[in-house]
């Protein structure tokens, strides 16, 4: 019984989940098809996606116009799955003007520091 308690909290969660589709298999794999709704100018844009899982299949990935299937062009996509960390911080932000904003212990006191490329 205690195994079917999280497949219970999911469908009893349906009403909210109603865009997203789960489907579990063997050996730890799951496929989710979500549909989302994205506001995109004409012209090029970039659509970034942050709330997802950090096992995505990168080639599964589908992003296409449910009325009219070639009415997008994916010029580029990329997947970033390494996890947050100071080391990736800083090679991400190497050569950019970077802004902290740092506590003073004693005072409380804020200050925006500023960094950029010598």
Same mark, same amino acid.
């Given at each position: 019984?205690? #195994?079917? /308690?999280? *497949? &219970? ?10 865009? $997203? ?14 549909? #989302?709704? /994205?506001? *995109? &100018?004409?012209?090029e844009a970039e659509v970034r996606v942050t709330?997802? $899982? ?12 449910l009325k009219d299937r070639d009415a997008i062009?994916?010029?580029?996509q990329n997947y970033e799955s390494d996890p ?35």
């Open positions: 019984m205690e #195994r079917m /308690l999280p *497949l &219970a909290a999911l469908l009893a969660a349906a009403p909210v989940l109603a865009q $997203t589709q789960l489907t579990i298999y063997n050996q730890n794999f799951a496929t989710v098809k979500e549909t #989302r709704t /994205l506001t *995109l &100018a004409g012209g709330d997802i $899982t950090a096992h995505l299949e990168p080639d599964s990935v589908v992003l296409r116009d062009r994916i010029l580029e947050l960390s100071e080391g990736l911080l800083l090679r991400k932000s190497e050569g950019k003007v970077l802004d902290f904003e740092v506590t003073m212990p004693q005072t409380g006191e804020k200050r925006i520091l500023t960094s950029s490329p010598a």
